[in-house]
């Protein structure tokens, strides 16, 4: 292996990206149904409070008119960002493999 900077960087970039991945996951109402769906499916239709999704349909009942529509506002702004950071996390994982790749091919 002749370029260990090529590799450190690939590997922190897979990282960083994996994190980012984690992130959106978490803040995606599309990840966060999914996993809903999946928890109630495990448990045979046994509560959907207890699952992620079900916290932020609480939090959302819980408020006033005006406070559901701030909560409501919040989860789309940040389902559409969790989508971006899901695509340029997507994207880092491609190029963290390339630069690892590259590390090991190159001479």
Known sequence: ??????LMAGVTI?????LMR??????SV???????????ARRRGKG???TDMGRHLDEVRAGSHVGRARKIAGLGIRH????IVGKLA???LLGGAGLTAA???LK
Request: charged letters at 15%.
């Open 14 to 18: 897979i990282i960083v990206a994996l």
């Open 90 to 92: 997507l994207a880092g």
């Open 30 to 40: 599309t990840d966060l149904a999914v996993d809903a769906a999946w928890d109630v």
């Open 1 to 6: 292996m002749r370029h260990p900077i090529l």
């Open 22 to 27: 984690r992130w959106a996951g978490r803040n």
């Open 103 to 105: 590390a090991f091919l």
């Open 48 to 50: 959907f409070a207890e």
């Open 80 to 83: 559409v960002i969790a989508q």
